[in-house]
């Protein structure tokens, strides 16, 4: 008994669509041909696509069916090669579920790393604050990113915050002097309680001058211009103040 394309298709449980695939590729060997053109599939055919299909649904690409040894019925070592291969994927997947189900709990920004602020620290950062941290987390080394998380636990309280955040692009000499004149008492104290916060290379795989232009170019993207001016001057207080030129320490806390 022969059967036709669609009959075979059928029969395998696949479609037309991908009987004609495995032809194309080589997986499936062309069958014979009736004088009126019409393929005469055999049950040769039928095990073989059934094989074919068995391996795609477990897994396996079709380049991978192809490298097989048609004459081996149970290719050992590429099952287990699969195995492994799956077994890396389900790992993966469960921290992916369990990273969800944090995110579905805390309702924290998909673009932070897990577990790295408080929700409602993070839902009370304006959005220039959150998109800095973000850059932040890939750049810096370990030991500083985990100070950040430490200062990150708590939302900022101070007053001067909201007035940076609310500072207007064309704010005037007077107010951006004022602005950053309360500011650098925060952000020192800030530097105080988390010192390994301040921003460097330390630990991280990039060099000082990478950081420093990935942080600037950050900040340039970020901040309107009269808040960028207030925090050149934090930086050339809190330089003046302790004499060590932390400018590049002072650039921006969270919440300010």
Do not use: C
Request: hydrophobic share 40%.
């Amino acid at each position: 008994m022969t059967w036709s394309t669609r009959e075979i298709a059928q029969l395998a449980g696949t479609t037309l669509r991908a009987v004609r695939h495995y032809h194309e590729v080589g997986l499936l060997a062309e069958p014979h041909r009736l004088a009126n053109g019409y393929k005469q599939y055999g049950v040769a055919h039928l095990v073989r696509i059934l094989r074919i299909k068995r391996l795609t649904d477990l897994g396996f690409s079709l380049s991978q069916i192809a490298a097989m040894d048609d004459t081996d019925d149970h290719p050992v070592e590429a099952l287990r090669s699969l195995d492994a291969e799956l077994a890396v994927t389900i790992e993966r997947l469960q921290r992916a579920r369990l990273e969800l189900g944090f995110l579905l709990r805390q309702s924290t920004p998909t673009e932070l790393p897990s577990g790295f602020a408080a929700p409602d620290a993070v839902a009370k950062m304006p959005h220039a604050d959150r998109s800095f941290v973000v850059v932040l987390t890939r750049i810096l080394g370990e030991e500083t990113m985990r100070a950040w998380t430490d200062m990150l636990r708590e939302p900022a309280t101070d007053p001067v915050a909201e007035r940076f955040n609310t500072l207007p692009p064309d704010a005037d000499e007077q107010t951006r002097a004022a602005v950053a004149r309360d500011l650098a008492p925060y952000v020192r104290t800030l530097y105080a309680k988390h010192p390994e916060a301040k921003i460097t290379n330390a630990g991280s795989r990039y060099s000082k001058r990478y950081v420093e232009q990935i942080v600037d170019k950050a900040l340039a993207e970020l901040y309107n211009p009269a808040q960028l001016d207030v925090l050149r001057r934090t930086g050339r207080l809190l330089s003046d103040t302790d004499g060590r030129g932390h400018h590049r320490g002072t650039r921006r806390s969270p919440g300010i």
